[in-house]
């Protein structure tokens, strides 16, 4: 946590009170001057802050606002969420914690950013992130695995994204092959996974996650295949960002645990229950052809299977999947 997190968190400890300049920089290990500059950032970050000459600073409110020092408060995780960096703006989440991984950071380090100025999508597109609204994060996780099971990791962060949703929301969200999660026929939160690796060995993986929360309608992206849409508009309710983070976060590391035990047998078992394309005709865009048949199921590598209407079976990798029984 950055020193500007700490006094976050000492403010949050004790609601109301004044603490003393003195006591924040030696419980800190740093100068007043440090203390001073850094409530001062606080300030301008939007916390109300009041300072008395002979008392000290005592925190009166907060903007909404996602900080490392509240989303690390009473978080339940092992490995996920270890370390955790968050940050007002920044170009992509993925491109910073590729930038942390290749310096060493550690398993489970999660960077969260208020807004995002370059945010990536799939296929080079743009992740749409304004700030205040929603959700970007990416996690840093450096499985043991052979090169060709990392995608089983956007089948794991699909199931966290689409349980959180259900549990926290109440919205029926499903999972779609491969990267999206969906509510209705809108999509509420999109998955960029990126890895580094040499033959066999993987470096790394970043989990990019980005979830449409409080967006409003007039802030949504312009449809590319899907339409998109919010938490806010399916539910009428506006999410508390930091409880949805804190929840994504517990999954994402119950799954990851399980992962590492138990292989991908769990986590299939239960993104098959989300998923709403098996025994469902559908088109599958490849980019330069287009397949169409019936879904059948997912390979043990996580790819999908389809039966064309010619009964020859197709395994695809990679493409854009639509429902065409609807
Ligand atoms: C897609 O559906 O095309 C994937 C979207 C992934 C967006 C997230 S937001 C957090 C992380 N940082 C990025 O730049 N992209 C991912």
Redo the contacts with the bound molecule.
Sequence with gaps: MTTRDQILSLFRARPGEFISGQEMSSRLEISRAAVWKQVKVLSELGFTIESKHSQGYRLIDSPDLLMAADLKRDLKTEIVGCSLVSLPEVD????YARNLAENGAVEGTVVIADR?L??????G?L?V?PGGVNL???IILRPDIPVQQTPHLTFLSAVAVAETLQELCHLQAVVKWP??VLVGRS?IA???NEMSAETEKVHFVIL???INLNMRADQLPTPINYPATSVLIESGKTVDRCLFGQTLLEKLDYNYLEFRTQGFGPIRARWEKLCNIFNRKVEVDLGKTIVRGTVVGLEDDGSLRIAQDNGELFRIVAGDVRLLDV
């Design positions: 992509s989440t993925n491109t995002q370059a945010g990536r999508g799939r296929l597109r992740w992130s970007y994060t990416s990267n999206d999509k999109g998955l960029l990019g996650i980005g």
